[in-house]
């Protein structure tokens, strides 16, 4: 079964700084969807960024980008010129491609901070 | 475009009551899940269906049933309430036409005394 892990629970930076938060998965698929999803207080779940697996290139949405590293099976976000409106839990996401894999799994989380 | 739709968004339930949490999607995808959110465990999944007519079991599916009623409804039901069901939940939908994103209802806030 796929794990996804988020070793940071928490992470703190100061506004206009920049932040990496990490995750690695577990999984015995080539073909695979990973997600950056952020969660502010609302409990909302909004889609920040998407990567997929057989792209070599780093997904970017203006100041989110990621480092995919598919051997590594490590997939960071890199928040830069953090903003207060940043802060939210960040859950990183897992979605496989074949069948009975659909679905999509969560790591824990890491609650980010911004410091004015 | 409502997107994904839960109802109710609160619920007080007793031990032992039962309930429906209703979901609809008005997008025409084919995959729905049902997830639960408590602190510090992340979102788990409850149940999914990767097309009408179809259910299958995800991470935490004892003490739930689900109904894939037609394409765009996924209910979830909870038999028997029990104190340690108090959680958030969400419905989800996507559709592999949309290179994946998956798409989430608000939550559902729901408290079993």
């Known amino acids: 079964a796929q794990t996804v892990t988020q070793s940071q629970p928490e992470m703190s930076v100061q506004e206009a700084e920049t932040v990496t938060l990490s995750c690695t998965y577990d999984t015995s698929e080539s073909d695979y969807y990973l997600f950056w999803y952020k969660q502010p207080p609302s409990r909302q779940m909004i889609l920040v960024i998407r990567?997929?697996?057989?792209?070599?290139q780093n997904a970017t949405e203006n100041r989110f980008s990621v480092n995919f590293q598919k051997a590594a099976k490590s997939f960071s976000l890199k928040i830069s010129d953090s903003q207060l409106g940043d802060a939210a839990m960040y859950f990183c996401a897992y979605r496989g491609t074949q069948g009975g894999s659909e679905k999509l799994v969560f790591g824990k989380g890491t609650k980010l901070t911004v410091n004015p | 475009n409502a997107g994904v739709t839960q109802t109710p968004k609160f619920q007080v339930l007793k031990t032992g009551q039962s309930m429906t949490l209703q979901c609809a999607q008005d997008?025409?995808?084919?995959?729905m899940y049902w997830y639960r959110q408590d602190p510090g465990m992340g979102l788990r999944l409850i149940y999914y269906?990767?097309?009408?007519?179809?259910?299958d079991k995800g991470e935490v599916p004892n003490g739930y049933n689900v109904s894939r009623l037609n394409k765009r409804e996924f209910s979830l039901r909870l038999e028997s309430a029990a104190p340690s069901q108090t959680s958030v939940y969400f419905c989800?939908?996507?559709?592999?036409?949309?290179?994946?994103?998956?798409?989430f209802g608000e939550g559902s806030w729901l408290t079993v005394v």
């Open positions: 269906s990767a097309s009408e007519g179809t259910t």
């Open positions: 989800a939908s996507t559709d592999s036409s949309l290179e994946n994103t998956i798409y």
């Open positions: 990567q997929e697996a057989y792209k070599q």
């Open positions: 997008m025409n995808h084919n995959s």
